[in-house]
């Protein structure tokens, strides 16, 4: 059986959540009245920030999850990007100097893993190839091309499809999905368009796991006796 990171399961429950409130923003759309048909578009544009948000909690937390494990912050493998993510060597001597921890609580290397990654800007389209290549796998979005879902109607580039699903977020969460404080009506949205944000970056995400994330996965995690 192969193994999943935590963070995974922990994404896959938010996006169920996201699901959730895309069937009830279907459901409300099946009445007339104009107040229940602009409440069910504020449910799909909650659900384009919980989307987003999903895949950067994801990051955030699987980067957490590896980075823990002093295996890899030893590793060859592990490829330091200076504006992105990187240890200093007294970062690392501090990390290690924890190893004999009996409680295994590793608080130094908890504080200077968040740290580092409370830095990192993650929404941002270029991001989870950046971190790919930090934990040694490059050329993500060929990666993400060759497997890309057949249900998707919209044929570009994904990393392109990725880029208009942040800034779709970001005009949502900062300008209330208006252009610009002028306006008075808002950019429409519609089921199909948040089904196709939902789905691109749930294969993203799947990527980043399967190829990125796994193979540290197989190697770090002890055998489940059980399996």
Known sequence: MIKKSRADNTFHSDLQRTK?????????????????????????????????????????????????????LTSSQLTPDKSLLSFSITDVSNMLS?????????????????????????????????????????????????????????????????KDIIDRRNQIAHSIDRFSSADISRDTISSDTVREYFTTVSHIQDCFESAVVGPHIQKTRPKDPRS
Not at 26 to 54: E, F, M, P
Not at 101 to 112: F, G, N, S, T
Not at 141 to 156: A, F, K
């Open 98 to 162: 924890e190893k004999d921890d009996p409680l295994h609580l590793y608080l130094h290397r908890r504080r200077i893993i968040s740290e580092k990654i409370d830095r990192i800007p993650f929404q941002h389209p270029n991001t989870p190839a950046r971190l790919a290549k930090i934990l040694g796998y490059s050329h993500f979005w060929d990666y993400v091309e060759r497997g890309r879902p057949s249900t998707l109607s919209d044929s570009r580039e994904l990393k392109s499809q990725y």
């Open 20 to 72: 959730g409130i895309i069937s009830i923003s279907d459901h409300l759309q099946t009445n007339a009245t104009s107040i229940l048909s602009d409440t069910a578009d504020d449910l799909l544009r909650l659900a384009v920030v919980q989307t987003v948000g999903s895949i950067d909690s994801y990051f955030s937390n699987v980067l957490f999850e590896l980075l823990i494990d002093e295996s890899l």
